[in-house]
């Protein structure tokens, strides 16, 4: 009885561990697009200022 409580406690402890370790792999992937999309924000930003232009599209989607 102890034993199949043991297997059955170690068999949702690996899947816990499973569980978690997908959860960080997808906060890690997120992690880096949203640093990516900052750094290319920066760099269009001082893209603009340089050659002064205005951007084409708004930020705000109402105007």
């Known amino acids: ?3 199949e ?3 059955v ?3 949702l ?3 816990k561990a499973a569980v978690h370790a997908k959860a960080q792999e997808k906060k890690a992937k997120v992690q880096t697009r949203r640093a990516q999309e ?3 924000a920066e760099e269009e930003a ?3 200022q ?5 951007p ?3 930020s705000c989607s109402c105007f």
Request: hydrophobic share 30%.
């Open 1 to 3: 009885m102890d034993s």
């Open 46 to 48: 001082v893209r603009l």
């Open 9 to 11: 406690t170690e068999k």
């Open 38 to 40: 900052i750094l290319h």
């Open 13 to 15: 402890r690996s899947k």
């Open 56 to 58: 084409n599209k708004s």
């Open 5 to 7: 409580k043991m297997e």
């Open 50 to 54: 340089v050659t002064g232009q205005i």
